[in-house]
């Protein structure tokens, strides 16, 4: 069985006081997180913040004390590829996204619609983890009530 490494930001922008988190919309019909292969040479972070740009033209400063991974597995070309993803939290630098090739659109959208938005349970799970660590900041309490 092969093994994939792939890296991604949960990505986020404060609107309102809120945190509004970075969904992806991918031709297949599904909505993601960013996220992509690890590069030979290359972090786990500096695989994430690569992927964030390549993807979605932003920039993101990566959150000290999150890190959760995620495992899968698919088929491709008829072999089974166990697939591990490493999430981080990150604040875009910007708002303005330009979309990569490989996604047909985007939002920014608030927890409680991020989570619905998301195709797989996976991501759903990290984003909710993602979303208490956040809650744990001083910044974000007033987001909660």
Request: aromatic fraction near 14%.
């Amino acid at each position: 069985m092969k093994e994939q490494l792939s890296a991604g930001i949960i990505t986020y922008r404060i609107y309102n006081g809120q945190p509004h988190f970075l969904v992806l919309h991918y031709p297949h019909g599904h909505w993601d997180l960013p996220k992509g292969k690890i590069e030979e040479g290359e972090t786990l972070q500096q695989a994430a913040l690569r992927e964030l740009k390549e993807e979605t033209g932003l920039s993101a400063h990566i959150m000290d004390g999150f890190q959760e991974q995620l495992g899968y597995f698919f088929r491709h070309d008829g072999q089974l590829i166990q697939k591990s993803v490493y999430f981080f939290v990150g604040e875009a630098s910007e708002g303005q996204v330009t979309l990569s090739h490989e996604h047909i659109g985007f939002e920014w959208l608030p927890y409680d619609q991020a989570i619905e938005r998301l195709t797989f349970e996976n991501a759903q799970e990290v984003l909710s983890k993602a979303y208490d660590f956040l809650m744990l900041d001083p910044l974000f309490k007033h987001a909660n009530n």
